[in-house]
């Protein structure tokens, strides 16, 4: 399917963008944040260190420096908390998008996810089939050994995981799973 034909998930994929440009933004402020706290840190105990050398000069430059950083300190705790409210707000935009368009979202997948429960639906039977063309396989094989006088049927393969893998597929086959049928009540409309 094309863009056009999936204008719902056209206009989810924007929301994505969005979400995951302004999620980098706050990454990117908190990183920000992290290393300028780190970097006064770091002043601070050079400055006690240069206090215990007792290198005033050393200590007021220090001091100075981590004044100027300190200054900035509130600028980017601030840049962090606006960088995580709008990425608070943008993921809360997609999740209204999604809750508001959540049908035309699902009918523009259900093509595609029935398409793939097919595929899923002939590989499970097909190996259903291979399952019993080997049973039969396996039969006419344990007869022939059983002529032999001491048979060895460690010689003969097993298949248990694929019996239990291939009865679970006849199960759901029976059953007739598919995806992306609803099973949580409508939602109420104001």
Known sequence: MTRDDRPA???LAAHDAVVAERATAARAADEALHVLVDR????????VEAHARQDDAAAKKLNAERAKLDATR????????GARRDLARVRSERASYVEAHLDGLLAEAAPDAEAAAGAIAD???ELIAATRHWHAMESSVLDLMRAAPNPDRARVPSLDAWDTIARDCRRALERGNAPCRRRCPPRRRP
């Open 123 to 125: 590989a499970a039977g």
């Open 74 to 81: 509130q600028d980017a705790v601030e840049r962090a908390e």
């Open 9 to 11: 998930h056209a206009a």
């Open 40 to 47: 006064i840190r770091a002043i601070g105990e050079s400055i």
